[in-house]
């Protein structure tokens, strides 16, 4: 046993075995590094649409269960009262697959004017570039063309896109 302690001990000082670096990478890969700010999203869907004030995830954010007529009252997960209308740039589809598992978003309160469909659990997680555009509805419906970012009043969950 003694042996085998030196040889071992001597292999290990040499360079020719390693476990302490391994150990370390692969430690510090599962930790989330220190600047990185909190995301309010979990990885299994829960149900909800999220919408947030900034690309990624970040800053100010609502979620939803049901139908909203009205993005200008919504809550986050705190229970928060937040105003998301027109002020989304960020947005998830964290429903539960299944029936009425999409989401239509549209430009105005009340489900009116031009829609976009997210598909259960798409996200579109930078709007101010501007790729994605209110495409249903038809080109008379008011917002058709135009950019979501910042633009969204009301969505409605629906059986599929």
């Keep these: 046993m003694g042996k085998f302690r030196i040889v071992l001990t ?14 370390a990478q692969a430690d510090t890969a599962t930790r989330p590094s220190a600047v990185e700010a909190p995301q309010p999203f979990s990885a299994l869907a829960d ?12 800053g100010a954010y609502c979620r939803w269960l049901n139908n909203s007529e009205d993005w200008g009252v919504c809550t986050d997960a705190a229970g928060n009262s937040r105003n998301m209308k027109n002020e989304a740039s960020q947005m998830w589809n964290n429903g539960v697959p299944g029936p009425y598992d999409d989401v239509k978003v549209f430009w105005d309160t009340s489900h009116a004017g031009a829609w976009r469909c997210l ?10 570039l501007g790729r994605e555009t209110f495409n249903g509805g038809g080109s008379s419906a008011r917002g058709y063309g135009q950019s979501l970012n910042n633009n969204v009043a009301s969505h409605m969950w629906v059986d599929n896109c």
């Design 47 to 58: 149900g909800f649409l999220y919408a947030s004030a900034e690309p990624y995830g970040q």
């Design 10 to 23: 001597g292999a290990v000082a040499a360079g020719m075995i390693s476990v302490t670096p391994v150990v």
């Design 119 to 128: 598909t259960n659990g798409s996200h579109w997680d930078n709007l101010p």
